[in-house]
């Protein structure tokens, strides 16, 4: 089988068959006497396995769960493949704690601020993150507090305070500050409630799309590994 006769089938150039070859995610080619490259049916499913997989795992932890399989250490690519199902797990579970924090942060009234907007200190302790954190939040336009006219400090009064606690909430769910952002922009615009169902939908596709990609590779790399078992017999 020719490099372009393996790579027609993922759309891919001979060129990159031939660099995936070089990078270990194909098992060992035999060659020609002329020096060409010799693809089996069990380059091919390597190919497909590494394609599946890339989907769910990414480039780099695909392309290490197939060199560590064509290298016959099977524990190590079992334990890429964990790991990335308990993080998916963690997700989850982070998924649903941030759901239920944004389900009532953003359709309640404002938390009571005991009267006075906070300072930065005071909402840093509230939210157990350091002021800095506060003042990069500021930055990114995340929160906007007032100014004190006297001394120039920032007040953070009700609404600022409930836009704190979601950020920390959303960032603990391991999306970027521009995201965060654009959250809680839309969430202001939205009135509350589309913006944060479309928000937890998004997410919830994401993680099953992720999911389903997951279950995909290893599908493909089960067929693979059955061929690898084959042929050493």
């Known amino acids: 089988m020719r490099p372009i006769d393996l790579a027609r089938e993922h759309g891919l150039s001979a060129q990159a068959i031939r660099n995936y070859d070089d990078a270990g995610v194909l098992p060992p080619t035999e060659r020609s006497d002329t020096g060409y490259r010799r693809y089996t049916p069990l380059h091919a499913q390597a190919l497909r396995s590494f394609v599946a997989l890339r989907g769910g795992h990414g ?12 290298r016959g250490d099977t524990e190590s690519a079992y334990r890429l493949i964990d790991a990335a ?17 944004l389900g009532a942060l953003s359709t309640t009234a404002p938390v009571p601020v005991n009267g006075r907007p906070l300072t930065v200190g005071e909402l840093a302790r509230r939210l157990g993150v ?5 003042r990069t939040w500021e930055t990114e336009r995340i929160l ?3 100014r ?3 001394t120039g400090y920032r007040e953070y009064g009700p609404d600022c305070v409930r836009d ?3 950020a920390r909430q959303l960032r603990r769910g391991g999306y970027p500050l521009r995201q965060v952002a654009r959250f809680l922009e839309s969430l202001h615009e939205a009135g509350g409630a589309d913006a944060l169902s479309a928000f937890l939908d998004s997410w919830q596709a994401r993680l099953t799309s992720r999911s389903r990609a997951l279950l995909a590779g290893a599908a493909q790399l089960d067929a693979y590994l059955t061929l690898l078992d084959q042929a050493t017999r």
Do not use: F, K, Y
């Not at 480039?59 to 064509?70: K, P």
């Open 144 to 146: 906007r507090p007032e």
């Open 59 to 70: 480039h780099q932890q695909a392309t290490e769960i197939m060199r560590a399989t064509n």
């Open 130 to 134: 350091h002021p800095a954190t506060l």
């Open 148 to 150: 004190d006219r006297a």
């Open 164 to 166: 704190a606690e979601i």
């Open 85 to 101: 199902h308990v993080a998916l797990l963690a997700e989850r579970g982070t998924r649903t704690e941030v759901a239920t924090a």
